[in-house]
């Protein structure tokens, strides 16, 4: 069973401060992605990572830096945060190869005020 | 960019019918995922099609092999557990990975 583990699952950040979230998988897949759900709708792709040393932007990327610094462990990284990202952050990994299945972790919330 | 449009965008059903949701995608995609979030907000992957149809259960899927721009998910004698959020997901053609995600369809299973 593949296995993506986020932490933290609740974060309180104040505005400008900086806020880490990080995601561990141990199914050694190549791609790993971070992305946000806001209330009420899908999920939006903000970074992604074909192995590691790897960084891609997605389709919202601004405000957000991404570190890939092993196969296992994928960061997401708001330099400084705002009240606007403020949601429900998803990491999730892939195999790479045809069939790129997604496997999500259980979810971040994060809330900056 | 591309665009993954998902309908119907709320759904209920009696328990014992049968339904479809269908996505509708602005571009041709390589590959469609399937995926239902539950109200914990976890969510677990249904499907993977590359083309053809695939079948679990009650639910099945297809993937429009020819023009590439559309896919379904058939519920079969929809059951409580079946409610919650279903959401589709579509890879590019260019095999960048990127998985483009549509608004989903909330769907209400009742008694």
């Known amino acids: 069973e593949a296995a993506v583990t986020q932490s933290p699952r609740n974060k309180v950040a104040v505005t400008g401060g900086k806020v880490t979230l990080s995601c561990n998988q141990t199914?050694?897949?190549?791609?790993m992605y971070w992305y946000r759900q806001d209330t009420g709708h899908g999920l939006r792709l903000i970074h992604y990572?074909?192995?590691?040393?790897?960084?891609e932007k997605g389709d919202i990327p601004d405000g957000y830096k991404a570190s890939r610094p092993s196969q296992e462990n994928f960061s997401l990284i708001l330099e400084l945060a705002t009240p606007s990202q403020t949601s429900v952050y998803f990491c999730?990994?892939?195999?790479?190869?045809?069939?790129?299945?997604?496997?999500f972790g259980e979810g971040s919330r994060l809330i900056v005020v | 960019g591309d665009q993954v449009e998902q309908s119907p965008s709320a759904l209920s059903l009696h328990e014992g019918t049968d339904s479809a949701l269908r996505c509708n995608f602005t571009t041709t995609m390589r590959s469609v995922q399937w995926f239902r979030q539950n109200s914990r907000g976890s969510l677990i992957s249904l499907f993977y099609?590359?083309?053809?149809t695939k079948e679990n259960g009650r639910l099945k899927s297809a993937f429009d092999s020819k023009e590439r721009r559309y896919s379904t998910l058939h519920i079969r004698d929809a059951q409580l557990e079946d409610s919650g959020t279903y959401f589709c997901?579509?890879?590019?053609?260019?095999?960048?990975?990127?998985?483009?995600f549509g608004e989903g369809t909330k769907l209400t299973v009742s008694s």
């Open positions: 199914n050694n897949h190549n791609n």
């Open positions: 099609l590359a083309s053809g």
């Open positions: 990572s074909y192995g590691a040393g790897s960084t």
């Open positions: 999730a990994s892939g195999e790479g190869q045809s069939g790129n299945t997604l496997y």
């Open positions: 997901a579509a890879e590019d053609q260019g095999g960048s990975a990127k998985l483009i």
